[in-house]
């Protein structure tokens, strides 16, 4: 088990272009979620999956972000035609989401990618 | 809707002090509460929870956390500070009204002077 990897750690690009994230979830775990953290606020919901299907996403993941986790394994997060309000860091999650869990299961967390635009 | 809010947004204590890191929640369902810790530059490490079971919890790295409904308080406590526990504490709730994503405080940094 190597836990959650996320891939690349760090981007920098120019307004106006497309950025892709890739997340690898820790084996196994059914669910998937991605967040958002702006310098000096707590993660901030985007939206998650369970296996391949998307279930949620937050009012926050505006039609320029896209998801997707086909397979059930592997996750990418693209951002297109970024602005400067998209700098973040943008943080993976995965769990087992048991049916005897649910709710309380523990959500791993990856080191993040770190997306600044200029 | 169900919120937490972190008194505090920096912290700081003695080596050896007493940690009170404070955290309230508002939840309209039973909570279920988190407490994550973020080093620099790293992702979220899981503290402890609390998931309806005992009321005071022990988790990892010496840290506890004692649930009070009375008070809609779920704060983080450790009896002696160690320098390693300088970082940025994060109490979250699991969104039951929802799917179970988390719903994260601004987080509380704490630093430990030597």
């Known amino acids: 088990d190597t836990g959650v990897s996320q891939d690349p750690r760090h981007k920098i690009t120019k307004r106006g272009q497309n950025v892709t994230f890739r997340c690898d979830p820790i084996s196994e775990h059914n669910r998937l979620y991605w967040y958002r953290q702006t310098l000096g606020q707590g993660p901030e919901f985007l939206t998650y999956?369970?296996?391949?299907?998307?279930?949620?996403k937050s009012r926050l993941l505006s039609d320029r972000f896209s998801a997707e986790r086909p397979k059930g394994s592997f996750s990418t997060l693209e951002i297109q035609r970024t602005e400067q309000g998209d700098s973040a860091m943008y943080l993976c999650?995965?769990?087992?989401?048991?049916?005897?869990?649910?709710?309380?299961?523990?959500?791993?967390f990856g080191p993040g990618t770190r997306l600044t635009v200029l | 809707a169900q919120s937490v809010t972190q008194l505090g947004s920096h912290v700081s204590v003695s080596e050896g002090a007493l940690v009170l890191l404070r955290c309230n929640y508002s939840s309209s369902v039973p909570p279920y509460l988190f407490w994550y810790v973020q080093y620099p530059n790293q992702g979220l490490q899981l503290l402890l929870k609390?998931?309806?079971?005992?009321?005071l919890v022990k988790g990892i790295n010496g840290f506890e956390a004692e649930f009070k409904k009375s008070e809609t308080s779920f704060h983080l406590t450790k009896p002696s500070a160690h320098m390693s526990d300088a970082a940025e504490y994060f109490c979250a709730v699991s969104d039951r009204v929802s799917q179970g994503n988390l719903i994260f405080g601004k987080g509380t940094k704490l630093s430990v002077k030597p």
């Open positions: 999650a995965s769990s087992p989401f048991t049916l005897a869990g649910g709710h309380t299961d523990t959500q791993y």
């Open positions: 999956f369970q296996n391949e299907a998307q279930l949620e």
């Open positions: 609390y998931t309806s079971a005992a009321t």
